[in-house]
């Protein structure tokens, strides 16, 4: 192996320096490659199991590089609802981990594996609102095999509905711009 040493590259002719099909360049901090997905699909649960409502999957190209997973869940429900949302990662022929900070610091018991939190106010009007929580998490899985990322949500009680790309009046009321959930994942280069 040997090292070129430059200043600056530049194309010999043209303004696009091209990296050879089946060759990688590694360049720490780069983004490698982006999948995206997104739903507009009406869930609803009352159900204390989780609901899958969305998922996507990767392949990285370097077994080093991290994942960052972004996603905005769009919800509604009923008044002072509790629910709970989570990202849940399976690697080719593995099981699923879910992709969370801990309780370190609030032992919750309700939601033990959430990743976020999909809570309602408790005023009357909440009833015609969609919510948006975003999700943010960096994730080291250390293959080159295929991952896939799922969505989930789930409700504390039958008596706390969860809606997922709808408020829980719809179709009543025209208040909300159209719903639209989210999940990007990007490969980074480290």
């Not at 303004?15 to 901090?29: N, R």
């Not at 025209?174 to 990007?186: A, E, S, V």
Request: contains cysteine; aromatic residues 8%; hydrophobic residues 35%.
């Amino acid at each position: 192996m040997s090292t070129l040493a430059v200043n600056t590259l530049q194309a010999q002719t043209g303004t696009t320096v091209s990296i050879p099909t089946g060759q990688t360049l590694h360049a720490p901090g780069h983004v490698i490659q982006t999948v995206y997905a997104q739903s507009t699909s009406f869930i609803t649960t009352a159900s204390a199991s989780w609901v899958e409502y969305l998922s996507s999957t990767i392949t990285p190209k370097l077994a080093t590089s991290k994942i960052l997973i972004q996603s905005i869940t769009c919800y509604g429900g009923v008044d002072n609802s509790y629910s709970a949302g989570k990202c849940g990662r399976t690697i080719s022929g593995g099981s699923e981990v879910a992709m969370r900070l801990g309780n370190g610091v609030d032992p919750e018991t309700r939601f033990t594996d959430a990743s976020f939190g999909l809570q309602m106010n408790g005023s009357a009007n909440d009833v015609y609102k969609m919510w948006h929580t975003p999700f943010n998490f960096l994730d080291s899985p250390s293959t080159t095999n295929a991952i896939t990322y799922k969505l989930y949500a789930k409700a504390d009680a039958a008596s706390r509905q969860l809606r997922i790309n709808r408020h829980h009046a719809y179709p009543g009321d025209g208040y909300n711009p159209p719903p639209n959930t989210t999940l990007i994942l990007t490969e980074i280069a480290q």
